[in-house]
């Protein structure tokens, strides 16, 4: 069951490359949307998330889960190739569960030949603004490297599906669904869950969601209850906080960022929506888990 809900997912490219890094790579309270690979070949830096600093040495492999806070930090000289990526799932949910963190792994010959591969049949996908993610996460250079997924041709669409599903295939994933007893749910509503999944930090509205359907925004809403137990709106206020949570749990980034990150039109908002869902604030939120942490 696990397998073929692996293959249930796929994945859109960002951006793939090799570069060579300096001590200005260093950035900190990094968080992205995206999933990020990298296998160093060379010199050293540092790779931290809420939990560990891990090393980053030539012959490894490494993966930041999308929406995990991490620090990126180069002493001196590192050398990488790196895959950025989006996950997008028939079910609406990711491989990783909420709280998932940054791994390590060895890296073998089949690693590099598939990065070298990678970034053959997809040219032109490096970061060429600038190393800095503030720089480069902006959703207008997203839609850029959307559009060149868009004329992939199927050949080259399935290679870069395989070589992504490799590299996962190095990391240990946990196995997240146990679910019950599955109920059908209609193509165009697992599109729109996923969709939402995805893009949580976009203004997201009932109208735009029937829209991508081709379906009347009220026969819309009524049949994504029907099959999901709640109103789209409700769905992605839920989906919003939920990842809030995870946020103010693992990162130290001020709450209008996070408000920014998980789609609220302001700081007020975000706060009365937080509470009403949650029952605390979002700073009482972030008191009560640091608590729970240090007992």
């Given at each position: ?183 059908f749910i209609p193509e165009k509503i697992l599109d729109a869950m996923r969709f939402v999944q995805a893009n949580l930090h976009l203004p997201l509205t009932v109208t735009s ?87």
């Open positions: 069951m696990l397998v073929r809900r692996v293959l249930r997912h796929s994945f859109s490219l960002l951006h793939v490359d090799y570069v060579k890094l300096n001590s200005k790579w260093n950035y900190r309270g990094v968080i992205s949307p995206y999933h990020r690979i990298y296998f160093i070949d060379d010199g050293e830096g540092e790779l931290s998330d809420s939990e560990k600093t891990l090393k980053l040495e030539a012959g490894y492999l490494y993966i930041i889960p999308s929406y995990t806070l991490c620090d990126l930090i180069c002493p001196n000289y590192l050398s990488q190739y790196f895959v950025q990526f989006f996950e997008e799932s028939l079910e609406g949910e990711s491989l990783f569960p909420a709280d998932s963190s940054i791994l390590k792994v060895k890296a073998n010959e089949v690693d590099a030949i598939n990065f070298r591969r990678l970034i053959e049949i997809n040219p032109g996908r490096g970061i060429n603004r600038s190393d800095n993610p503030q720089v480069y996460e902006k959703h207008l250079y997203y839609n850029e490297y959307q559009q060149l997924n868009n004329h992939q041709s199927l050949s080259v669409f399935l290679e870069t599906q395989g070589i992504l599903l490799q590299f996962l295939s190095r990391f240990t994933l946990p196995e997240i669904f146990k679910k019950k007893d599955q109920q969601l029937a829209e991508r359907a081709n379906q009347n925004a009220e026969y819309f809403s009524r049949t994504f209850e029907a099959h999901t137990g709640t109103r789209p709106l409700a769905y992605i206020t839920e989906k919003r906080v939920e990842r809030a949570q995870h946020m103010i749990g693992a990162s130290r980034l001020p709450y209008e960022s996070i408000a920014e990150l998980t789609g609220f039109k302001s700081l007020s908002n975000f706060s009365r929506t937080f509470k009403r869902i949650t029952g605390l604030s979002p700073r009482a939120y972030k008191i009560r888990i640091t608590n729970s942490y240090s007992d």
